[in-house]
């Protein structure tokens, strides 16, 4: 594939290593998925956008093709898709507008990426004036990116952050705000935020053009625009291409226009509201349809009075079958998300289920998620969540070849039908998790212990996964925790191992296996309030010292009892000797410490070299007192339990780093490290650091590096497992 001089690593500093990489399967994807679309004139050719793991494109077997892996950590603001346009003239032609967040967490301004091949690869089409937020409030509305289908050169797009409608005339390159539109979406969901990450206004929520309007070759006369604005007029339309526009007249002013889609056949568009911002809230909302010709409104709200306790999301139209409609609602948190179905253009609706008795549900589906057998209801085995339909589900659509397919996304996954019209016939359809491919977790830490199961994970919002087989969605996910920030295994025992949870699930944030993960036991010596950050094993399973994330400070308990304050930095990065059962491992700024009584006392061993920030602590599993330390100012490896460490020449930085089996019987582990080595990238060395291979590729970088978790596989000579902020897990083999 041919990737723009921006997405090469700067300099190839060494041998490149050839590797063979693939996702770990956990399947279903794991994360939420705001917008999926359909390109209206090449049946299949459909698209989904995630909010932090970039863009896949939809196989014929209902599984999905990741699009977005070249992004690396000089440009992980991709993965941030606000919105995707996919050309209805050239069908090969698909545009993203990217960029994570228009607050200081991002500090690059969005940019239109353009492809002419469905997405097999892109260029920049444009870097933008301002910043776009694939991960902000309101990224489910949409889409605010849309090209002309009678003249393709032109494309709208509609910013965040009150920047307004822009407009370009050549295919993405070049752009020009739009100031004729007369509101360009004012509303913030809260004006005081101090991490300024809920006080940037949404803007613009969708651009729609109404084909009926124009003829091939010049371009569309009306489009319809959104704004998120409160208590005045939000839908416009212009009738001369964009250059002026008026509000549609006679239209609601309480809720927010989520989604506008037309009906051509019908002359209609429809719009879905909510009162909230999405994707979390929404309490009220409505659905309208507006007759175009004749200019006027109907409100064809499927549910009322009480029935309403949500907004309106997702919307889609059935091309085939003018008059099918349906609408999601946003949010039904309890008992279970909603969807409605008309066949009669919104004068009647059904429900996807309804209270026979309450509490007894009629659910008028089927349901599979043989795809993701973790999926389900209680998916974190929480049981405080039996949704099964889903929730913030923004995207509904429904194949504009085929009215028997439908696909939504939820927060966690998507969910498709391929025998929609049954629920016309007998009000019964399948659903089924149709996620295959779509890898959108956000991995907090990896081992691959010496024996049992050769990965475990530690996953935000979903647990956690005993990963039996690599290429084998797990059967469930780990219990306790929706977000597990930190796991690790004790070196002499490694069937014991200990995780601990990122919030307030359970009261007991530590939670301890000695089955290799297939049961849990929460660690009552933890206390409630405590949780997140970094959790060491002693080699015999005995001692748990944990780094709080929670401005607790380091921990330490002994056989399950209270766990009980240790005098080390609050930042310090903590191990466990993986042979020797009294000593522990810490640093900070430049010190590195040692405990030698289990970690109740700690004592500064050495200082580090150049460095003012360590990142990992790894020890040999096989040999005691053999250490390595990464930091900002480089590799360091130590065989004298840290007494002494040596500098590994040219690495000159170094994040996530892990051991793996030798290349030779009875040799030293190959090291992995996520470090500059004359380039930032993913490094493997076999001369314990005297040389390196770069072992990742244009076509596989993982995104931002410095928080990518890595361990090396201590049974499968180089073989890496690097976890993303995004993109699940994926595992490298030598080719
Ligand atoms: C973003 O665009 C603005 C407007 O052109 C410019 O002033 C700013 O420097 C850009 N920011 C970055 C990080 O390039
Ligand atoms: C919109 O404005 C009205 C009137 O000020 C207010 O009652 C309502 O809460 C606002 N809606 C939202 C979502 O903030
Ligand atoms: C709009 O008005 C026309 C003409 O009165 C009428 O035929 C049509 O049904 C109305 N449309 C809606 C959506 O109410
Ligand atoms: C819909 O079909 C499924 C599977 O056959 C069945 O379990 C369910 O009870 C049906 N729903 C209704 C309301 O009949
Ligand atoms: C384990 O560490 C302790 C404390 O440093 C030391 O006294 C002991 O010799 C070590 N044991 C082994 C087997 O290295
Ligand atoms: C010290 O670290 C800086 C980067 O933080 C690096 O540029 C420099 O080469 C390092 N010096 C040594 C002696 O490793």
Known sequence: MILPLSFLAAALPCVLA??????????????????IVFNPSEEGLAFARTDIGGVYRLNSDDSWTPLTDFVGTDNWNVWGVDALATDPVETERLYLAVGMYTNDWDPNNGSILRSTNKGDSFEVAATLPFKVGGNMPGRGTGERLAIDPHSNNILFFGARSGNGLYKSNDYGSTWTQVDSLPDVGTYVFDPNDANNYNNDAVGVTFVTFDASSGESGSATPRIFVGVMSNGTDNVFVSEDSGSSWSALPGQQQTYFPHKGVISPDEGLLYLSYSDGVGPYDGVLGAVYKYDIAGGNFTDITPVSGSDLYFGFGGLAVDLKSPGTIMVAALNSWWPDGQIYRSTDSGATWSPFWAWVSYPTMEK???????????????????????KQIGWMMEC??????????????????????HDLTRWDSEHNISLSSMADG?????IQALISPPSGPSLLSAVGDIGGFVHEDLDTAPAASLPDYSTSASIDYAGNKPTNIVRVGNGGDTEQQISISTDSGASWSLDYG????????????????????????SGNGVLRSQNTNAFAAVDLPDDAAIASDKKNNTVFYAASGSSFYI???TGSTFTVASELTNTTAPVQIVVNPDVAGDVWVSSDGGLFHSTDYGATFSTIDGVTQAWSIGLGAAATDGGYPAVFAAANIGGVGYYRSDDEGATWEQIDDAEHRFGAISANPLSGDPRVFGRVYIGTNGRGIFYGDIA
């Open 18 to 35: 050839a590797y063979t990489w693939k996702n770990v399967k956990i399947g279903g994807g794991g994360g939420f998925v705001p917008g």
């Open 364 to 386: 008028y589906y089927s349901y599979s998620d043989s795809l993701a057998p973790w999926l389900g209801p209680n998916y974190v085995d929480l049981s405080v969540d039996n």
């Open 396 to 417: 509904l659509v429904i194949n504009p070849f085929d009215s028997d397919h439908m696909l939504y996304g939820t927060g966690a996954t998507i969910y498709g039908s």
């Open 438 to 442: 779509i890898e959108e977790t956000a």
């Open 526 to 549: 933890s206390s409630s309030g405590v949780y997140g950050g970094k959790v060491a094993f002693s080699a015999d399973a005995d001692t748990v010292l944990w780094r709080t994330g």
């Open 595 to 597: 405990s030698e009584d």
